[in-house]
């Protein structure tokens, strides 16, 4: 959990560099592994760890053989980005908040989102699964699959507050191994959010997002 923790800060810093001191900017590439190791006082595994941090929320990316750089996605919303690097990602208030707000996106939007809405949960709902079942990465699906639900809200703040919530959660979570348990939830916990969103049965929708939420809560050991 230390080492989690530390990785998360050191993600911060890389952040910092980046929109804050402005010493870096689109198409730049970052300075050697073992320079900037050296400069941010971490081991070279740390420092991987946060460069994978940064890579799951496309801000950096890593040519293989050439080096890492920095994306376009750091100019689509700076505000968010600055955000979340000056603040410190607790996980346990990050999960809370997920239980206040995201049962009530479902429930909304089993209500209002328009049926190409509900389709568009319901892919990326299956592109996650594919993901899954094939051991790829589905940390971009993830956010798309939950941003998608708090857009079929048609609540102007929960489509705000959203994106900046799920990008910080990935802060907590990307780098933690997943049981196979914990992902046979997210298949099971998907499918029954998809059943009753194409239902629109919203109090099944919100019931079934609260057990997704509390399953993930449990088995990341989130107490």
């Given at each position: 959990m230390?080492?989690?923790?530390?990785?998360?800060?050191?993600?911060?810093?890389?952040?910092?560099?980046i929109?804050?001191?402005?010493?870096f900017s689109?198409?730049?590439?970052?300075?050697?592994?073992?320079?900037?190791?050296?400069?941010?006082?971490?081991?070279?595994?740390t420092?991987r760890?946060?460069?994978?941090?940064?890579v799951?929320?496309?801000?950096?990316?890593?040519?293989r053989g050439?080096?890492?750089?920095?994306?376009?996605?750091?100019?689509?919303?700076?505000?968010?980005l600055?955000?979340?690097?000056?603040?410190?990602?607790?996980?346990?208030?990050?999960?809370?908040?997920?239980?206040i707000?995201e049962?009530?996106?479902?429930?909304?939007?089993?209500?209002?989102?328009?049926?190409?809405?509900?389709?568009?949960?319901?892919?990326?709902?299956?592109?996650?699964?594919?993901?899954?079942?094939?051991?790829?990465?589905?940390?971009?699906?993830?956010?798309?699959?939950h941003k998608?639900?708090?857009?079929?809200?048609?609540?102007?703040?929960?489509?705000?507050?959203?994106?900046?919530?799920?990008?910080?959660?990935?802060?907590?979570?990307v780098?933690?191994?997943?049981?196979?348990?914990?992902?046979?939830?997210?298949?099971?916990?998907?499918?029954?959010?998809?059943?009753?969103?194409?239902?629109?049965?919203a109090?099944?929708?919100k019931?079934?997002?609260?057990?997704?939420?509390?399953?993930?809560?449990?088995?990341?050991?989130?107490?």
């Amino acid at each position: 959990m230390k080492n989690k923790m530390l990785s998360q800060s050191v993600a911060d810093s890389i952040l910092s560099m980046i929109t804050i001191e402005k010493r870096f900017s689109v198409g730049d590439k970052l300075p050697n592994e073992l320079d900037l190791s050296e400069e941010l006082n971490v081991s070279r595994t740390t420092l991987r760890e946060a460069i994978r941090i940064l890579v799951a929320y496309d801000i950096l990316e890593i040519r293989r053989g050439k080096g890492t750089y920095v994306t376009e996605k750091i100019l689509e919303q700076p505000q968010d980005l600055e955000q979340l690097s000056s603040v410190k990602v607790n996980a346990k208030d990050l999960y809370e908040m997920r239980l206040i707000f995201e049962p009530e996106a479902a429930y909304l939007a089993a209500i209002r989102g328009t049926d190409a809405e509900i389709k568009r949960i319901i892919d990326y709902g299956k592109q996650i699964e594919n993901e899954i079942k094939s051991g790829k990465d589905r940390t971009k699906d993830e956010h798309a699959f939950h941003k998608a639900i708090a857009q079929a809200t048609h609540n102007e703040f929960m489509n705000k507050l959203m994106p900046i919530l799920y990008q910080a959660i990935s802060k907590g979570v990307v780098l933690s191994i997943q049981s196979e348990k914990a992902i046979n939830d997210t298949i099971g916990d998907h499918r029954m959010i998809m059943e009753f969103l194409e239902q629109r049965n919203a109090e099944g929708a919100k019931n079934a997002m609260r057990i997704h939420i509390m399953h993930a809560i449990k088995e990341l050991n989130i107490e």
